[in-house]
């Protein structure tokens, strides 16, 4: 999944207007313009369409987290520069102050079932023996998840 199916998803799962998202980012220390955001959310084959950087995305999930769980005393979390599902994934999951239990039971409802040793593959150190990359089906079950959650349906 790239970063702008993930910022689509999430706008619509949390229904963030263009200033809801602008002022994300700005938690996270980066201005952006409606112009930038409304490029991010085009689809793939339109002309006006612009990449979200893995940066810009890091830093509107670190905005997210800001948001959600308040701001914490020192410097704004540096944004990473190259990012991962397993990342996106701890970033969500943090943000929305999920548990374990409370991830494996979004998976579980989207269709996907996962053991909690599994589950906690995903979070650990990428040098770590029992690390396991998260792929863009478990990514895309948890936004589904997500979505179920905070926006059942209209």
């Known amino acids: 999944m790239t970063n702008n199916d993930v910022l689509r998803r999430l706008r619509y799962c949390f ?3 263009d200033s809801k998202m602008i002022e994300l980012f700005e938690l996270a220390g980066l201005s952006v313009s409606r112009e930038d955001i409304s490029n991010w959310l085009k689809k793939d084959d339109d002309d006006a369409y612009i990449n979200c950087t893995d940066k810009q995305f890091a830093t509107f999930l670190n905005g997210l987290i800001i948001d959600r769980r308040g701001k914490q005393d020192g410097p704004l979390p540096e944004a990473e520069k190259k990012l991962s599902n397993n990342i996106i994934l701890r970033k969500l999951k943090i943000a929305l102050n999920l548990q374990n239990d409370e991830v494996l039971k979004m998976l579980t409802e989207s269709g996907l079932s996962l053991s909690k040793h599994e589950l906690s593959a995903f979070f650990r150190r990428a040098d770590h023996k029992h690390y396991r990359a998260c ?8 936004l589904q998840g997500i979505q179920a959650t905070f926006r059942p349906a209209d």
């Open 15 to 17: 229904d963030f207007s």
């Open 135 to 142: 792929k863009d089906q478990v990514l895309r079950n948890f």
